[in-house]
């Protein structure tokens, strides 16, 4: 991970941006660092499953199945990497069964690494980490993204949810980055999070498995079970789940 990481950091990479439709950016480090998390774990583990938003974005939807399989996002974060923003990180996620198992989400600009393995508890950067206490969600402190679609009905869809929620918590926070808002879940420094329409499971892969290993539950903004392929997530302490589905009820 941290050679990973030193090759995403901005002082020690050409960007080589290629422009896409839009507002999504994708960079050569992308590309770049995927290839490379991938043939380190080829190596150690030659009978697992690898799915990566690179390698799905240039050859179509790989499907997730009940066999151990890699899901990584090897920049989670670019458009924050591409403006220097120092909300950027590398995801990588086990599941077994469709179900998150391990998960490992390393910022190297301020060099965080996040750490979590079912039933063995979630760590940064080797401390343990737990979820807030908060109980009363206008006391929560909110993270949100808004996705990178501009066209007016998913614009207007998004500005009058988080106008809806603002009245019924403490702030709100937007991180560019779906994994270190899970992240942020886990180790306290966020109470409640939701995101709608983000790219695919490797934005989820590994932060899900820190947040319910810090003591945290992840679910469907409809209070829902979670499902990993549904580009839909929630994330709270247990004490705001029932508080939190209510407030997004009929908004999700």
Known sequence: MEMVGWFCHPTFVSLGLIFM?????????????EELI?????QLYPTHKFIGEETTAAYGTSELTDEPTWIVDPLDGTTNFVHGFPFVCVSIGL???????IGVVFNPIINELFT???GKGAFLNGDPIKVSSQT?????????????????????ESTNRIKSLLFKVRS???SGSCALNLCGIACGRLDIFFE?????PWDVAGGAV??????GVVFDPSGADFDITSQRVAASNPFLKDAFVDALRHMV
């Open 196 to 200: 709608l329409g983000f790219g695919g």
């Open 21 to 33: 439709p839009g507002v999504d950016l994708v960079t050569e480090t992308d590309k770049a660092c």
């Open 210 to 215: 820190i947040v319910r290993e810090a003591g």
């Open 38 to 42: 991938f043939n380190h774990l080829k």
């Open 136 to 156: 009363e969600l206008i006391s929560s402190l909110l993270a949100t993204e808004v996705g990178t679609k501009r066209d007016k009905e998913t614009v207007d």
């Open 116 to 118: 979590g393995i079912r």
């Open 95 to 101: 599941t077994i069964g469709k179900i998150p198992t």
């Open 172 to 174: 709100l926070r937007m």
